[in-house]
């Protein structure tokens, strides 16, 4: 039985990352079905109930070294762990997991990870420090990898596959369904769904979307859902839109503790969805909803430029008349499940699981 731990940002009630959590999870027991995996979470206990997992605390170091001691392989991923926009305290630290990995003599992948910015130069030359002890990484855009080259990782330790939570299994839109009723909406009207969350100057954005929502409602009679992924802070930003609207009817709030397969099947019954959070509009994707992408970040540039599309605007740069002839015009497009570039994004994201077990097997091989 193989032994994997698993760290990145878990345990803090994220939908993004702990979908991506899930979907590791779901492609290693894919590969292997019995693997033994613990996780470093904000919230062991959390994460053990819903994952059917073992884990630890991640700011225990005792716990920490104890449990990598007991394992093969150390993934650091998914997601935008090495960057130091957010904190270079959090860069730190999964560099910090890396090393200790490397000084227990443990195979370390970093997978499917989303690298920077990072902007300082000391944090640039650690990165490329420790990049460089791990024995491989997977990156899921091409913008990362030309990150880690242009700091001086090693190319041949380098492999672009996608992100993590495409490898998601579509969900069946039953419980999503359920859920928007109970929730007072009637599917018999067109339905959108928005994703925002809170960044530096989102005032004018979120009143640029508000105008642009207001009109899709009068065009098609829709009803608007705000969407938070994460709990608390996008319930507030939500809030902040949802007083921004022109007209206050046919606007719901959900703002319910989900499930990565809750999050995907309410939005698999979206007629569109307009996003800021990467995994609200790769959950789109997952479920061939229609989405438009406000950008806040390169990650989500770089996304919806690889299934071929273009953000409809930034943070800074938006204008109402573009996002409601963008969302007019998608509902022209071919519907998503005949868009080549997902699929091949879906199975360059099971790379990343491939990869893994090719490394245990070298482990195995020494044996």
């Known amino acids: 039985m193989s032994r994997i731990l698993i760290s990145g940002y878990y345990g803090f009630a994220n939908a993004g990352d702990e979908a991506m959590l899930t979907a590791i999870i779901e492609s290693l027991r894919q590969v292997e079905e019995n693997v033994e995996l613990t996780v470093l979470s904000g919230n062991p206990e959390d994460t053990a109930s819903k994952h059917q997992v073992r884990s630890v605390y991640r700011f225990n170091p005792f716990s920490i070294i ?20 957010t904190s270079q305290r959090s860069l730190c630290y999964y560099l910090g997991i890396i090393i200790l990995g490397k000084m227990l003599g443990k195979k370390v992948m970093l997978f499917a990870q989303g690298i920077g910015p990072i902007r300082a130069k000391w944090a640039r030359r650690l990165t490329s420090f420790v990049c460089n002890k791990a024995d491989l990484i997977t990156v899921r855009d091409k913008e990362s990898a030309g990150e880690l080259l242009e700091m001086g990782v090693a190319q041949d330790k380098v492999i672009v596959t996608a992100d993590s ?8 839109k039953g419980s999503g369904s359920d859920l928007l009723t109970q929730s007072g909406l009637d599917l018999s ?7 925002v969350r809170p960044w530096s100057g989102d005032s004018k954005c979120f009143q640029v979307l508000a105008e642009a929502a207001s009109k899709l409602q009068q065009l098609y009679g829709a009803q608007l859902v705000l969407l938070p992924l994460q709990y608390s802070v996008d319930v507030k930003a939500c809030e902040k839109l949802r007083k921004a609207l022109m007209c206050q009817k046919d606007i719901f709030l959900l ?10 099947s309410i939005i698999g019954n979206f007629d569109l969805l307009i ?15 229609p989405l438009l992408a406000v950008s806040y970040d390169p990650k989500v540039d770089s996304f919806v430029n690889a299934i071929g599309e273009k953000p409809v605007g930034t943070v800074e740069k938006i204008d109402a008349a573009n996002v409601v002839q963008a969302a007019v015009d998608s509902w022209q497009k071919i519907p998503l499940k005949q868009n080549e570039n997902i699929e091949n994004l879906r199975q360059k994201a ?18």
């Open 66 to 85: 104890r449990a990598m001691n007991d394992t093969e392989l150390v993934l650091s991923g998914g997601g935008s762990l090495l960057q130091d926009v």
């Open 350 to 367: 099971q790379i990343n699981s491939d990869k893994a077990f090719a490394l245990l097997n070298e482990v195995a091989e020494k044996r």
């Open 275 to 289: 996003g800021m959070r990467l995994h609200a509009l790769v959950f789109a994707a997952v479920m061939q909803t």
């Open 189 to 195: 009207k067109p339905v959108i769904g928005i994703s």
């Open 255 to 264: 703002n319910g503790k989900y499930n990565t397969e809750e999050f995907l």
């Open 165 to 172: 939570v495409l490898s998601l299994t579509p969900e069946d």
